[in-house]
């Protein structure tokens, strides 16, 4: 190796550097009044820039300038093109001691040891934020990748991020616990590193680790664990984010894979503490300047057998679980961003991108969409980057691929009803009114614990799971899960049902299903079990393990599926409609029975939308909540091709959000008792998380009128009670017609037989009132009071009479007499509805 | 004989008077409805919530048989909010009751086939403690009568329901402050024939500055007849005080 006798650029002293991001031209800077401009493939003599500071601590580059913090508490900016001083940006009355930069160049982030962090704009000086809520002096800033946030390293022990994206900067969260206490001056670091695709950052710990944290809700995700014996004094992500350097105090440099936290490589040839590291952009270099004034340029710093991970595209930050891939079994891996010609690379990075993303990660060969079911080969197996390989014809041009991939139909991705996905180490795996089942990862093994709402009824548990399973359902019967199969210990995908209540010993059971087969989605009902396959089966089950049935669905690729005692609701991908995405259909069968209730028919989604949750209402009726917020309950569904999807409750329209001040959403969990229970997430979250949420009901409303009820006085005010009448009417008659429904077409009990009658008195009464209000406006509007009163379902005679009281009362006497005539009319048995 | 309590109702009869307030509970096993002296009630079906009387819903509660859902007005933010109008907007006045529901009519089952009709002339302002003012459906931006006692009760017996009970109980005490330092200082003002508004004032505190402020209104009505025995002759005031 080249260059493993360091560069001797500054006195003796800690000495920072940096590389322009084109690569170009590496600076440091250090002790001595003078920095250094090395060009890069160069061993010529650096440019020398002679300035009046000394004691440099920090140095940051954009391919024209370069912004110098030093400590006597100046940021000054100089200009790589002209190689001098252009204008001292900041002032600080104490040492600078850190420096960020963000991505597009525009701002610099200063940490001295005042107690504020300023972050000055590089073109003009006078435009300054001030981040203000640390409460002692700051070792660290760093810039996320995108530039709209910011975290700061407190000689606290605490990371305050600080969101930039509006006007003035926002404390968005503090971390706590996870850097070290350090002085300002030490040689340790607690500097956040973020990884290059943003989703994640690294920060060296007290145990002298580093720890991922996501950024989405701060959780600790992987760690890179027993590589250093003393403090970390620099990291640093490899530019694609696939490769991570760290450095300790005891002078060590260690080499890291991101995607298994696998230490590559120790160096052993360190003399001192590395006080800063950089990658260089693009070519295996790896440059660090130590705290003796040298600067080391390490080319082929990344060892020949791992050198193919420097060319790799960007690779995603070390997280737990991928929260999208986790939910939905035919998830597709998301595309890399700069790997949009990934089929025109050489073969051998084409192979070892398989290989890197491997079984493990979330392969889908077998839920391909489209089933190469005549072997004619149209339908090539896809990658994992959901992209055909080009193995069988290397060094083609890249446009030759483009009409095979650019397109791909938007499939609705599966999902199971009432869970959660990952976010840090627990998830909900089962979430309704029942109960809830959630599952805590420990690495080797999880642990399941099922609690119930009831808890005199069924006594809670909690079990040491080492199959992970992943799905679970959950009712007043039993809990079923499932695990997904798994390549290395050759298990297959398992379905474990485990009832609360038994009489004899305890029945459970588990079931194997066959190789390869993996279960997307599933339910439990009080009489069956019901799992949809990666294969495309729906496979039933009895609550003892009997295998009912098996069915290939006719829709695919699966999406969920819902089931209330013996009736069964299936939904999958349809065909693929105008706006390219597919139309989802679902199937409602009767197992018993054996007879098709729907067959195929539309899931109805506006575009855009998304399926968030299917269940059945308490009284059995099919419902779905859409991602718009509207929740849909399935109307005359018993009879085939009479189905229709009304809304019962559109969210957005809730009182409670009416002012515009709350932004809060709804996780839908269940209808109950004519209400709709949910559980009410704040701010942006998608899903609920620890500690469990309260439930929440909601009446329901179907959205007639975009009239707030009782939002004004007067007139408004009566108006919006007539809206409310209307709405009330329009509700009191569909559940008239989900009821009678269930009374024809099943053995209702007598309850249920009573209540249709008092259902329709419900809609009667509305019509009263709506006539009440009608009669009030005024005698002109008596054609519409006779519709009215026309609409009434009552046949004994007694609710037109009624109406004829109202119409006395306030002396409509026409109308009156036309209500008594259509009273008599009906009596004498002259139905009118024909002629109506 | 004559009862030894001062007039009006005693702080411990406030509580008691609070007990029958309705609070919504989670209950945590199912419990037929009961047929009590103040009304039926719903019977429990875990988890959906009901409206129980406070007294059993403190007595389920320590069972570990319901969990209660703290009022609106009971979180930190609504309290929060509640007490800066109290401090800087109501100046000298008490932040608003809860709005009284409309009135109702006096007969509780009304024949269904006359609901429709308006109400007739026999309607019933109602109070509490028949007016929802803790349960759930609560507004959250207004302190209710019952509001001092009610979140003591909830504090001492349910406080792993509360989001945050350590603030919920600093600015409870901030805001008995306030109002305390309110009713007080309105007492300056009194004299004969003036008044200080109330409204908005809650049953404990009026219970507990009773004997205070009576004391202090029975005093001021001898000053002016003191002021006239002095035109009158002078040195009658001593005298009149020795009678009293």
């Keep these: 190796m080249a260059a493993l006798r360091g560069r001797p650029a500054h006195s003796p002293g800690p000495t920072y550097l940096a590389y322009t991001p084109n690569g170009k031209k590496l600076i440091t800077v250090g002790l001595n009044s003078a920095l250094r401009v090395f060009q890069h493939g160069s061993t010529n003599e650096p440019t020398i820039i002679d300035v009046v500071t000394d004691g440099h601590t920090a140095v940051v580059a954009t391919n024209d300038f370069i912004v110098v913090g030093a400590e006597d508490g100046s940021v000054t900016k100089y200009s790589l093109l002209t190689n001098s001083m252009e204008e001292i940006l900041v002032r600080s009355s104490l040492p600078i001691r850190d420096l960020s930069l963000s991505k597009d160049g525009e701002w610099v982030a200063v940490a001295s040891d005042e107690l504020e962090v300023k972050v000055v704009n590089t073109r003009d000086m006078t435009r300054i934020m001030h981040l203000r809520e640390q409460s002692r002096p700051v070792k660290h800033v760093a810039f996320d990748i995108s530039g709209s946030m910011i975290a700061v390293s407190c000689t606290d022990g605490i990371v305050y991020m600080y969101s930039l994206s509006s006007e003035q900067p926002q404390l968005v969260k503090r971390v706590d616990g996870l850097i070290k206490t350090l002085e300002t001056d030490a040689e340790a670091s607690a500097k956040i590193a973020w990884h290059p695709d943003g989703r994640a950052f690294a920060a060296p710990t007290s145990t002298k680790d580093i720890q991922c944290v996501a950024r989405s809700d701060w959780a600790r995700q992987k760690a890179f664990t027993g590589g250093h014996r003393a403090d970390i004094s620099a990291v640093a992500w490899s530019p694609n984010g696939a490769l991570f350097a760290t450095a300790g105090v005891d002078k060590s440099l260690c080499l890291w894979e991101t995607r298994s936290q696998r230490l590559l490589k120790t160096f052993e040839d360190i003399q001192n503490t590395i006080l800063a590291i950089d990658w260089h952009p693009t070519d295996n270099v790896c440059s660090y300047t130590n705290s003796n004034g040298e600067l080391f340029i390490r080319e082929g710093f990344v060892p020949g057998e791992h050198a193919k991970h420097l060319r790799i595209a960007l690779q995603p930050s070390p997280m737990n679980s991928d929260p999208l891939s986790e939910v939905s079994g035919n998830a597709r891996k998301p595309l890399a961003k700069g790997d949009k010609h990934g089929g025109s690379r050489g073969g051998a990075e084409e192979n070892y991108l398989d290989d890197l993303l491997g079984p493990d990660a979330m392969s889908e060969d077998e839920a391909g969409f489209i089933e190469d079911d005549d072997g004619a080969g149209y339908a090539e197996e896809v990658n994992n980057f959901g992209k055909r390989s080009a193995n069988g014809i290397p060094g083609r041009p890249a446009k030759r691929f483009e009409p095979y991939s650019a397109w791909q139909p938007q499939v609705h991705e599966a999902f199971q009803p009432g869970s959660t996905p990952w976010r840090g180490d627990r998830r909900y795996l089962c979430l309704n009114l029942t109960g809830f089942v959630w599952t805590v990862s420990q690495d080797t093994h999880h642990t399941v614990t099922v609690e119930f709402h009831d808890r005199q009824e069924h006594r809670d548990f909690h079990f040491t799971d080492p199959y992970k399973y992943d799905k679970a359902s959950l009712n007043e019967k039993g809990t079923l899960f499932s695990c997904r199969p798994s390549i290395q210990s050759q298990q297959r995908a398992i379905l474990y049902y485990r009832p609360h209540e038994t009489w004899t010993t305890r029945t459970e059971w588990k079931t194997q299903l066959p190789p390869g087969e993996e279960v997307i989605s599933m339910s439990l009902s009080e009489s069956c079990i019901v799992a949809m396959t990666s294969k495309g089966y729906v496979r039933i089950y009895s609550l003892f393990g009997l295998p009912l049935k098996v069915y290939r669905q006719k829709s695919m690729p699966a999406v969920a599926c819902a089931s209330f005692r013996d009736y069964v609701m299936t939904i999958g991908n349809g065909a693929i409609g105008g706006d390219g995405t597919t139309q989802m259909r679902y199937t409602i069968d009767n197992i018993r029975r054996d007879e098709s209730c729907q067959n195929e028919d539309a899931v109805a989604l506006p575009g855009g939308t998304q399926l968030r949750n299917v269940f059945f209402s308490d009284k059995g009726d099919p419902c779905i909540y859409d991602t718009d917020g509207v929740l849909l309950i399935l109307l005359h569904w018993r009879t085939p091709g009479q189905a229709k999807w009304v809304p019962l409750l559109d969210t957005k329209t809730l009182d409670r959000l009416a002012s515009g001040r709350k932004d809060e959403t709804y996780w839908p969990v269940a209808v109950a008792n004519n209400k709709f229970h949910c559980i009410i997430l704040k701010g942006g979250d998608a899903y609920p998380h620890f500690p469990r949420p309260l439930l929440v009901d909601f009446d329901f409303k179907i959205p007639v009128s975009s009239m707030a009820a009782g939002a004004a006085e007067g007139d408004e005010g009566e108006l919006a009670q007539v809206k409310a009448l209307e709405e009330s009417y329009v509700r009191a008659s569909l559940q008239h017609s989900l009821v009678q429904d269930l009374v024809e077409n099943t053995n209702a009990t007598n309850a249920q037989k009573a209540e249709v009658p008092m259902l329709e008195r419900e809609v009667d009464k509305a019509l009263l009132q709506l006539l009440a209000a009608e009669c009030r406006e005024g005698e002109e509007r008596g054609m519409k009071a006779l519709e009215i009163a026309a609409l009434m379902r009552d046949r004994s005679g007694k609710m037109l009479e009624a109406a004829g009281k109202i119409a006395a009362r306030f002396q409509r006497d026409i109308l009156g007499e036309k209500i008594t005539q259509l009273a008599e009319r009906r009596l004498v048995g002259l139905v009118d509805d024909e002629d109506m | ?244």
């Design chain 2, 1 to 244: 004989m004559a009862l030894p309590l001062p007039p009006g109702l005693t702080p411990s009869e406030m509580a008691f008077l609070c007990e029958m307030e309705l609070v919504t509970v989670i209950p945590r096993q199912r419990l037929e409805g009961l047929e009590l002296l103040g009304g039926p009630t719903q019977p429990l079906n875990p988890p959906f919530p009901a409206p129980l009387p406070l007294w059993l819903a403190l007595l389920l509660k320590r069972q570990r048989r319901a969990n209660i859902r703290t009022p609106p007005w009971l979180r930190p933010d609504s309290l929060a909010a509640i007490l800066e109008f109290e401090t800087d907007t109501a100046k000298e006045a008490f932040s608003p009751p809860p709005n009284l529901p409309p009135p109702t009519t006096t007969s509780l089952h009304v024949d269904q086939t006359t609901a429709y009709l308006p109400a007739t002339a026999t309607t019933l302002e109602l109070s509490p403690p028949f007016l929802q003012n803790s349960t759930t459906s609560a507004p959250p931006d207004a302190l209710p009568y019952h509001w001092l006692e009610l979140s003591q009760l909830l504090l001492a017996a349910a406080p792993d329901d509360f989001e945050d009970p350590d603030s919920v109980r600093r600015l409870l005490r901030d805001l008995r402050e306030v109002r305390m330092a309110k009713l007080r200082k309105g007492i300056e003002v009194l004299d004969a024939g003036a008044g200080i508004k109330m409204n908005g004032v809650g049953g404990m505190e009026i219970a507990e500055s009773r004997a205070f402020i009576g004391g202090v209104v029975d005093g001021l009505r001898y000053v002016p007849s003191m002021r006239s025995m002095e035109l009158w002759g002078g040195g009658g005031g001593g005298s009149l005080c020795g009678t009293e």
